[in-house]
């Protein structure tokens, strides 16, 4: 017999119809689903300069789909332009660089609509606030940080994620900038959580009703291993006060119980029953990181203008309060496959789904209570977004980001972790160092190390801005691995690499889904990528 849970789903007789634009977005439907889906078509995304990592960055969000992109970029296209970015070619050569990207990008997918603006950086800083409201997401790539500091600032008090792109040659940076990201759907391994140790009456009922030693061989060998554990359990805490095994000495034992209710060589169940035995007896508690968002100052404390996340959080908060929660999360009502005839599956799947409901239920009506506290609709906050807070309520994540000032002017314990990186062999912190190094001599000169034919001069200026931000961070001397970087960023004189682009593109539009559809857990905060030693690190600076 096939496990239940694999072939045994009821199936319609009617055909599901698939829509066309379900046929073209099927990969990534698995992904996210639907809701996932639906945030990116409604996401307005802006890239600042049509550079070649920032072209392959949009590539890679128009194909799956995004419903806008706007390109900012004053330059007009060059030859040295079209070499390096694949969405520009010789007829570009003259014209806006943004127009041709965004042409070319629109190409792609005629779903997400694509628009340009000309807009010199020195006009950034004349922007009314408000300019920025209109997109989901800013990109910005090698934009000076005069320029840049202002906008991450705007952009910070209005919770618009910066995403900050840089590729000199064989390296890449990747920055995520965000006040706060907070995810409900973080693709946890499992959701299974089964209770086993607090059964519920239903439960109980289900498993105690069994009466094994009158069943025949066959459905002896398909009693769920969930009902054997709680028999079993049962037996083992009548015979020991009421404890259940805890000891690694008593959790064998309780195995060698198990298995003396084996009848035949089919015993599967019982394989299963005995290989979750670590799992059944371990007590249900909440984890630490939901325990900590639960009691976060942002759900216990809400306001008008609270999120919806942070609302659901003080409901489930609330629930675990409650007498009907026993002290737990909301139960996901996920089940396992395992061997088991059909019906005994059925109603399991059942009485777990029944427990899911009563719970999401009563979180459910006191969201409803939150809302109207708040003076807001009572149905702001769907049942099915209830459901997933729900679901997922023992994997919630917050992220709580640094701001590019932050990162600027680092405190002594960041200053220190970077000094112990840049000692450590072939760090890429180094590569790091030598990204800041060359920001400040693009600000100072105007131009890009190693544009000159005198670049033993830029390297030695490179070399001593590196110094200076070492010493900003209380280190006395720039070590030979980064001025062996110091070097390569000379070598390449700001230029891109297609290759390079192309690959900070794909990480960099990964980490831009995971914010506009706030699934998945995005990294924190700062990725550097060496093309050279092909090795990459992340690090939250």
Known sequence: MQKAGETDVPRSATPHVVSARDRKYDRQLRLWAANGQAALEEAHVVLLTASAAGAETLKNLVLPGTGSFTVVDDKLTTEEDVDVNFFLDESSIGHPRAAKVAEFLQE??????????????????????????????????????????????????????????????????????????????????????????????????????????????????????????????????????????????????????????????????????????????????????????????????????????????????????????????????????????????????????????????????????????????????????????????????????????EEYTPSTARAKKILQELEEENSLMSVYVGFRAVEVFEEREKRYPGTVEEVDEDEKVLKEIALEIVGSLGGTEVNERTASVLKEFVRYGGGELHNISSLLGGIAAQEIVKLITRQYVPMTNTTIFDGIQSSSAVWEL
């Open 108 to 405: 792609l997918n005629t779903d997400s609509v694509g628009r340009f603006e000309s807009l010199t950086l020195s006009e950034f800083d004349k922007l009314d606030p408000s300019y920025w409201e209109k997109y989901s997401l800013v990109v910005a790539h090698q934009i000076r940080p005069s320029v840049l500091l202002p906008i991450s600032k705007v952009l910070w008090d209005k919770k618009i994620p910066l995403v900050i792109i840089n590729s000199i040659g064989f390296y890449a940076r990747l920055r995520i900038v965000t006040p706060e990201h907070t995810v409900v759907e973080s693709h946890p391994e499992s959701t299974v959580d089964l209770r086993l140790d607090c059964p519920w009456p239903e439960l109980e009922r289900f498993a105690f009703g069994i009466e094994l030693d009158g069943l025949s061989e066959m459905d002896h060998a398909h009693v769920p291993y969930l009902a054997l554990l709680l028999i079993y359990l049962k037996q083992w805490k009548d015979a020991h006060g009421g404890s259940p095994p805890s000891t690694y000495a008593e959790k064998k034992e309780f195995k060698a119980l198990i298995k003396t209710g084996v009848r035949s060589s089919d015993a599967e169940n019982f394989d299963e029953a005995i290989n979750t035995v670590w799992r059944a007896t371990q007590a249900t508690t909440i984890p630490s990181n939901s325990q900590a968002i639960l009691n976060d100052d942002r759900a216990q404390n809400l306001s008008p203008s609270t999120s919806k996340f942070w609302i659901l959080a003080r409901a489930i908060s609330d629930f675990t309060k409650s007498p009907s929660s026993g002290g737990h999360l909301p139960l996901s009502g996920t089940l396992p496959d395992m061997k088991a005839d059909t019906t005994s599956y059925i109603k399991l799947q059942s009485i777990y789904r029944s427990k899911a409901l009563e719970d999401r239920d009563w979180v459910a009506s006191r969201v409803s209570e939150l809302l109207l506290s708040l003076g807001r609709p009572a149905d702001a906050i769907s049942s099915d977004e209830v459901d997933t807070f729900c679901k997922f309520s023992r994997n919630l994540v917050v992220f709580d980001g640094r701001s590019l000032e």
